[in-house]
């Protein structure tokens, strides 16, 4: 997807390893989100970023971590790998303007296993 | 928080034929409602959205209807053609400032030749 990449693709880890994902965006938009997507349970939100330095948790943060230390790059971190982990990572990207809310735009995900 | 069901979880049609995915939302402040394409090995892909202030919006053979009294909204996809064939998902958001999209269970579509 144009102006959002999503590193690595794969990864097949082992439990209580740690693992960082990594989102990198060329847009300079200031919202970033990591999805997990899972079947049967759609999209579901670990966490976002509404600016450099600026986190908040969404409905599924138990066991991640995120950090964002430059506009352009947001990573989420499993401190200690488990196997209820293993789902495909999404990374998203917004710009919210006042009364104009454009869609998300996807990376093209991460697909991690934990055994 | 808000919560979105999607209906059907697959749904198959014959080419040409006409298809619908409903889905509902349970907080009446969600104000936008996106509905995204995923095809096989991809990210899902914006395909058309709509804003509470309208009740229908149309692209191509794409429309998606909004009723917010009863909280539920639905993409119609008309003279379906093969390449029509992947998961759809409906969203709503309720927050204006961070955008955080809810995401329904998806709904698997495919288009029989």
């Known amino acids: 997807d144009a102006g959002i990449t999503q590193s690595p693709r794969h990864k097949v880890t082992e439990t209580g390893t740690p693992v960082t994902l990594r989102c990198h965006q060329t847009?300079?938009?200031?919202?970033m989100y990591w999805y997990r997507q899972d079947p049967g349970h759609g999209l579901r939100l670990i966490h976002y970023?509404?600016?450099?330095?600026?986190?908040d948790k969404g409905e599924v943060s138990d066991g991640y971590s995120v950090s964002r230390s430059k506009t352009e790059d947001f990573l989420l971190t499993l401190e200690s790998a488990t196997s209820s982990q293993t789902s495909v990572y999404f990374c998203?990207?917004?710009?919210?303007?006042?009364?104009?809310?454009?869609?998300?735009?996807f990376g093209s995900g991460t697909r991690l296993t934990v055994v | 928080g808000e919560n979105v069901e999607q209906h059907p979880s697959t749904l198959s049609v014959q080419e040409g034929d006409s298809a619908v995915i409903k889905c509902t939302y349970s907080?009446?402040?969600?104000?936008?409602f996106p509905w995204y394409k995923q095809e096989l090995g991809k990210g899902p892909q914006l395909i058309i959205d709509?804003?509470?202030?309208?009740g229908e919006k149309k692209d191509q053979r794409i429309a998606v209807t909004l009723n917010k009294t009863a909280k539920h909204f639905s993409l119609h996809i008309t003279e379906t053609q093969p390449e029509d064939s992947a998961v759809y998902f409906c969203?709503?958001?309720?927050?204006?400032?961070?955008?955080?999209?809810?995401f329904g269970q998806g709904t698997r579509l495919t288009i029989n030749p």
């Open positions: 998203a990207i917004s710009e919210s303007l006042t009364e104009y809310i454009p869609g998300y735009t």
């Open positions: 847009e300079n938009h200031r919202y």
């Open positions: 970023s509404y600016g450099v330095k600026d986190t």
């Open positions: 907080d009446s402040a969600s104000n936008y």
């Open positions: 709509i804003r509470s202030n309208v």
């Open positions: 969203a709503a958001s309720s927050n204006w400032g961070a955008q955080k999209l809810v």
